[in-house]
């Protein structure tokens, strides 16, 4: 565990400095956000902080191979190296896209590229848990299956990233969730504690805790799609790398419940459960409106909470809440399968609920603008004058 908060530690500090560098190459070559129509701030924003995330992801990658543990494990080398190397094609299409917005077509073309990479170098999903049986993939399949999985991840990560600090928050809880499982799992197995998926998930949450400094509300400065789509690909290789790292056959042998057998398939579900759901419910509400899914609007989750009243800052912070409860109610509810760990993850659901529907205050769109102005040029200050 040392090793892994290490690891955490490094990436996190590398991130964050990273960013500021990163945030004056954006504002130097224009790659900045402007304010549309559907967007929720009111000033421009430098893009960019996907490549303060590529490096340190390559931090965490670079510090693992020289600790004595993590280090002498020549498949997480292999597999780590092989979603780095996929991070960066995915990282360049997103670059491009803040520079000079890539067509859809050509964006997913750059997706797959970045998939087609993993699976060529063999991180693929080798197998799916279901009740009563595991079934294993043969080549063909597991490619699709793989591909597929990494597109769906980059895509919707892309769709959450709407507020100031969404998406870094949500995907760091959820990839602290999967850390935990990880871990917990090979423990119970007793097999060694150093895996891909372990080593992935850390980093992740890594480069999240160190850019939200930098983009929590007011924001400095945004991922862009360089860092959604990156953080989607590690998302999704995190799972994938886990189903040829844990023996399926042993799943059902452990000891902490028969549900933590099929955490392999819930659990990338409820950790990614907010963006699966906002891509899920976008693909339905434009193709019901006879426009294409890719078709921007302003019907997202987050667009939502704000049309309820609540603040920027509130409605961030309740799809943070939100993250956890579900990723980590999953963990907890699959390794304590009984009813009063049921009733307690279904009772904060509750409560919860009762703050996302009831404690926000209608505002009009001029006053939620005004705020949101007004706040945002305390952010530019701080965007030109800190590095």
Not at 58 to 68: D, G, I, N, S
Request: glycine share 8%.
């Amino acid at each position: 565990m040392t090793e892994y908060l290490l690891v955490l530690f490094v990436t996190a500090t590398v991130t964050y400095l990273l960013s500021g560098w990163c945030r004056r190459l954006a504002l130097r070559t224009g790659a900045v956000a402007r304010v549309r129509d559907r967007d929720v701030h009111a000033i421009p924003i430098p893009y960019f902080g996907g490549i303060a995330m590529l490096g340190g992801v390559a931090a965490a990658f670079v510090v693992a191979t020289h600790l004595p543990f993590l280090g002498r494990n020549q498949l997480i080398h292999h597999d780590f190296r092989a979603v780095l190397i996929a991070g960066v094609v995915i990282c360049a299409v997103g670059v491009l896209d803040d520079l000079f917005e890539l067509n859809a077509i050509t964006k997913l073309a750059g997706q797959v590229l970045a998939a087609g990479v993993v699976v060529a170098n063999g991180v693929k999903m080798l197998w799916i848990p279901l009740p009563n049986t595991i079934i294993s993939l043969d080549d063909s399949i597991s490619i699709a299956v793989t591909v597929f999985f990494i597109v769906l991840c980059s895509n919707a990560v892309n769709y959450v990233d709407g507020l100031d600090g969404l998406a870094s928050g949500v995907v760091a809880i959820g990839a602290l969730a999967f850390f935990a499982y990880s871990y917990l799992l090979v423990a119970s197995l007793a097999l060694p504690r150093a895996t891909t998926a372990s080593l992935l998930t850390i980093a992740i949450a890594g480069v999240c805790l160190g850019f939200l400094p930098h983009n929590f509300f007011p924001a400095r400065m945004f991922m862009g799609d360089s860092g959604a789509l990156l953080l989607g690909l590690l998302l999704a290789t995190s799972t994938i790398s886990l189903t040829g790292q844990i023996d399926s056959s042993g799943l059902h042998s452990t000891e902490t419940g028969l549900m933590a057998a099929y955490l392999p398939l819930i659990l990338p579900l409820a950790i990614m459960a907010l963006p699966f759901l906002d891509f899920l419910l976008a693909f339905l509400r434009r193709t019901y409106a006879g426009t294409w899914f890719w078709v921007a609007d302003k019907q997202h989750l987050h667009h939502r909470l704000l049309e309820q009243g609540h603040s920027h800052r509130r409605a961030v912070i309740l799809m943070y809440i939100w993250s956890a409860l579900i990723s980590f109610g999953v963990i907890l509810i699959g390794f304590n399968p009984n009813v009063l760990v049921v009733l307690g993850v279904l009772a904060a659901m509750g409560v919860v609920t009762i703050f996302t529907i009831g404690s926000g205050r209608k505002v009009s769109d001029p006053e939620a603008k005004r705020a949101m102005r007004k706040a945002e040029r305390r952010a530019e200050v701080r965007i030109q004058d800190l590095p």
